[in-house]
């Protein structure tokens, strides 16, 4: 079956830097792509970018230009979420979410999840 | 604030039906970009209810429909049960922001 399995949770000070992983299994990496969304504690879903399984080529939403960065690894079918210069109002559940295009960006759905991982920013 | 706006609650005894708003504009869901719905499980991932407006994917009881109309969404839900109750949200693409917005989420409560 199709599944994405995140990395554990992380507790990071404020200026760190933190890399989720998200592995994929049950379907053909390279013809999908990968979103990143999180969620802060009792919020509401945000949309932070997306990359190609396919050549890596990526979107990110403007509010995390410059402090994100995902990538993959279509060797191990494992996409890489990068959020540095962490502050606590970053501390949130992080989900990646598989994409049915790995052409471009295009504002499909997300089906399915990975099960989240806590990010903590605290000094 | 969220880009989309939906209720923050509704709710509604078992066996009625309910609807859940998402209010858009004319560079997101007025622009005719696909709406998508997530149902959230208390402590758990989201998962796909509705896709492209009024697709349900394998497995989501035809109780749950989508719908669209100008620059707004609806999510349907008839025959209310108990497991229903979580919290659900939309999403689209909005072309100012270049990339995927979603609702701030309506909390359904099954009474």
């Known amino acids: 079956q199709v599944q994405l399995v995140q990395s554990g949770a992380e507790v990071k000070k404020p200026g760190a830097s933190v890399k989720v992983s998200c592995k994929a299994s049950?379907?053909?990496?390279?013809?999908?792509?990968i979103s990143w969304v999180r969620q802060a504690p009792g919020q509401g879903l945000e949309w932070m970018g997306w990359?190609?399984?396919?050549?890596?080529?990526?979107n990110y939403a403007q509010k995390f230009q410059g402090r994100v960065t995902m990538t993959t690894d279509t060797s191990t079918n494992t996409a890489y979420m990068e959020l540095r210069r962490l502050r606590s109002d970053d501390t949130a559940v992080f989900y990646c979410?598989?994409?049915?295009?790995?052409?471009?960006?295009?504002?499909?759905?997300?089906?399915?999840w990975g099960q989240g991982t806590l990010v903590s920013v605290s000094s | 604030q969220s880009v989309l706006t939906q209720p923050p609650s509704v709710s509604g005894a078992p066996g009625q039906r309910v609807t859940i708003s998402c209010s858009g504009s004319s560079s997101n869901i007025g622009a005719g970009y696909d709406v998508h719905w997530y149902q959230q499980l208390p402590g758990t991932a989201p998962k796909l209810l509705i896709f492209g407006n009024s697709n349900r994917p394998s497995g989501v009881p035809d109780r749950f429909s989508g719908s669209n109309s100008g620059t707004s969404a609806s999510l349907a839900i008839t025959g209310l049960q108990a497991e229903d109750e979580a919290d659900y949200y939309c999403q689209s693409y909005d072309s100012s922001l270049s990339g995927s917005v979603f609702g701030g989420g309506t909390k359904l409560t099954v009474l």
């Open positions: 979410a598989r994409d049915p295009n790995s052409s471009g960006y295009y504002g499909d759905w997300f089906d399915p």
């Open positions: 049950g379907y053909t990496f390279t013809s999908y792509g």
């Open positions: 990359i190609s399984g396919y050549n890596g080529n990526t």
